[in-house]
């Protein structure tokens, strides 16, 4: 397929017109399709109904070290669940609590208490300091760029690239800035550009010298089980890390069961060393009486070891993988060989990561919503809502049907086409 920019100026001219009919036809349809966020779909959450049985009135309601579940306590979680998810990331459970239902709840509350309180190790808290800091590796995901707003931390783009963040520029500014106090990472299948960081790339960031003593990784390990091909991509222990570098406070890993059981009453975990572990322990045991202990030992009867989470798994696999297929042939059929967008083919987590000509993406998302198509709004993949660039647009296939999912990524690309032909068009006319 020829590139719109081997095309004369009548050529474009006549192509404008062509793909504005093919548009205004979708556009009279009064589509409402929803591509927005990253939600799974009834099919999927059905997958998790039965463990809703695993639970009953009639049950005994302890923990295995006895504690009445129905009752106040446990601040950091059963025993049984600590175990599960213990195993799930590769540390002791004595390296973990369990939250409520939101990984981005504890991811929010443990920056609320770093600027009140600092964390451990810190001199000063965070929140009395002149600035702070954290990197961004961009595109990223927009709820970490949020809570960052929120307490006014200062936010610094880091380019992603095909094995993780730019780990020199990292490396560099961690090294001559004490304010820089931390950085986000989703390293398995990263939103939304589903790169999963190499083993150097993680042995980097364990080991980098860091001016701020008290400089913390946010691991959000949200999809660390999201796979969509049967040869999952590896991706390296990060406390392990750490705690081989000589930094064993430096990170803290974070993950749910949002996206495997049921996003509105999920577990919530995180880890980290000992010492962060306690340290966070003493502050949770003024903030709350305990977290939802039944739930969580659903989650645990629902799952009783790790080859029932990957069976689990497989089949949300099975419901997903077709949709990512259909997004990613109707983008090579529609805009292969146009040289008017790229775009990643992740092998797992929940969104495709598309980059449009440079200064079309705000343009292309308006018109699509023009058509009934609603998008992820330009620029939330990266700090402040401003894409640099203004060409990155995430793609959440998991949530519409396969029908409206193919209807949806035809109107995304016939608004790509006519966005770009219309800046090809203007290229030509400025000479």
């Given at each position: 397929m020829?590139?719109?920019?081997?095309?004369?100026?009548?050529?474009?001219?006549?192509?404008?017109?062509?793909?504005?009919?093919?548009?205004?036809?979708?556009?009279?349809?009064?589509?409402?399709?929803?591509?927005?966020?990253?939600?799974?779909?009834?099919?999927?959450?059905?997958?998790?109904?039965?463990?809703?049985?695993?639970?009953?009135?009639?049950?005994?309601?302890?923990?295995?070290?006895?504690?009445?579940?129905?009752?106040?306590?446990?601040?950091?979680?059963?025993?049984?669940?600590?175990?599960?998810?213990?195993?799930?990331?590769?540390?002791?459970?004595?390296?973990?609590?369990?939250?409520?239902?939101?990984?981005?709840?504890?991811?929010?509350?443990?920056?609320?208490?770093?600027?009140?309180?600092?964390v451990?190790?810190s001199?000063?808290?965070?929140?009395?300091?002149?600035?702070?800091?954290?990197?961004?590796?961009?595109?990223?995901?927009?709820?970490?760029?949020?809570?960052?707003?929120?307490f006014?931390i200062?936010?610094?783009?880091?380019?992603?690239?095909?094995?993780g963040?730019?780990?020199?520029?990292?490396?560099?500014?961690?090294?001559?800035?004490?304010?820089?106090?931390?950085?986000?990472?989703?390293p398995?299948?990263?939103n939304?550009?589903?790169?999963?960081?190499?083993?150097?790339?993680v042995?980097?960031?364990?080991?980098?010298?860091a001016k701020?003593?008290?400089?913390?990784?946010?691991?959000?390990?949200?999809?660390?089980?999201?796979?969509?091909?049967?040869?999952?991509?590896?991706?390296?222990?990060m406390?392990?890390?750490?705690?081989?570098?000589?930094?064993?406070?430096r990170?803290?890993?974070?993950?749910?069961?949002?996206?495997?059981?049921?996003?509105?009453?999920?577990?919530?975990?995180?880890?980290?060393?000992?010492?962060?572990?306690?340290?966070?322990r003493?502050?949770?045991?003024?903030?709350?009486?305990?977290?939802?202990?039944?739930?969580?030992?659903?989650?645990?009867?629902?799952?009783?070891?790790?080859?029932?989470?990957?069976?689990?798994?497989?089949?949300?696999?099975?419901?997903?993988?077709?949709?990512?297929?259909?997004?990613?042939?109707?983008?090579?059929?529609?805009?292969?060989?146009?040289?008017?967008?790229?775009?990643?083919?992740?092998g797992?987590?929940?969104?495709?990561?598309?980059?449009?000509?440079?200064?079309?993406?705000?343009?292309?998302?308006?018109?699509?919503?023009?058509?009934?198509?609603?998008?992820?709004?330009?620029?939330?993949?990266?700090?402040?809502?401003?894409?640099?660039?203004?060409?990155?647009?995430?793609?959440?296939?998991?949530?519409?049907?396969?029908?409206?999912?193919?209807?949806?990524?035809?109107?995304?690309?016939?608004?790509?086409?006519?966005?770009?032909?219309?800046?090809?068009?203007?290229?030509?006319?400025?000479?």
């Amino acid at each position: 397929m020829r590139a719109l920019r081997d095309l004369s100026a009548n050529e474009l001219a006549e192509a404008e017109l062509n793909i504005q009919e093919q548009y205004d036809g979708y556009k009279n349809r009064r589509l409402k399709l929803d591509m927005s966020r990253g939600k799974p779909s009834p099919e999927q959450l059905d997958l998790s109904m039965p463990m809703l049985d695993t639970v009953r009135s009639s049950d005994l309601l302890n923990a295995a070290d006895g504690t009445d579940l129905r009752n106040y306590g446990g601040v950091d979680g059963i025993p049984e669940a600590k175990a599960l998810f213990a195993r799930l990331l590769e540390v002791d459970s004595k390296e973990v609590i369990i939250g409520g239902n939101s990984s981005l709840n504890l991811m929010h509350d443990t920056i609320a208490r770093a600027m009140i309180h600092g964390v451990y190790g810190s001199e000063t808290p965070w929140g009395k300091l002149p600035v702070v800091k954290f990197l961004c590796p961009s595109p990223g995901y927009d709820r970490h760029f949020a809570i960052c707003e929120l307490f006014n931390i200062e936010m610094i783009v880091i380019d992603m690239l095909d094995d993780g963040p730019d780990m020199d520029t990292i490396e560099r500014l961690v090294r001559e800035d004490d304010s820089i106090k931390g950085i986000w990472c989703v390293p398995k299948y990263s939103n939304p550009e589903g790169v999963t960081y190499s083993d150097e790339i993680v042995d980097r960031l364990a080991a980098m010298p860091a001016k701020a003593a008290d400089f913390r990784i946010f691991w959000d390990d949200a999809y660390i089980v999201h796979h969509l091909t049967d040869r999952p991509d590896p991706l390296k222990n990060m406390l392990a890390a750490c705690k081989a570098a000589g930094n064993a406070d430096r990170v803290f890993v974070f993950a749910s069961t949002s996206k495997i059981t049921f996003p509105g009453s999920g577990v919530a975990v995180m880890a980290a060393s000992v010492a962060n572990i306690g340290y966070i322990r003493k502050q949770l045991s003024i903030q709350t009486i305990g977290p939802d202990k039944i739930n969580q030992l659903r989650h645990v009867r629902f799952f009783p070891d790790l080859e029932q989470i990957a069976a689990h798994m497989n089949r949300h696999a099975a419901i997903i993988k077709p949709k990512f297929d259909k997004v990613l042939n109707k983008l090579e059929a529609e805009l292969g060989g146009k040289q008017l967008a790229t775009w990643k083919k992740p092998g797992g987590g929940y969104f495709i990561s598309l980059n449009t000509l440079d200064g079309c993406a705000q343009a292309v998302i308006r018109l699509a919503a023009e058509a009934g198509v609603t998008l992820t709004q330009a620029g939330a993949t990266y700090p402040y809502g401003k894409d640099p660039n203004d060409r990155n647009i995430r793609i959440a296939p998991t949530f519409p049907s396969l029908e409206e999912l193919e209807t949806a990524i035809e109107v995304l690309c016939l608004c790509i086409q006519l966005v770009s032909v219309r800046k090809l068009r203007a290229e030509i006319a400025a000479g």
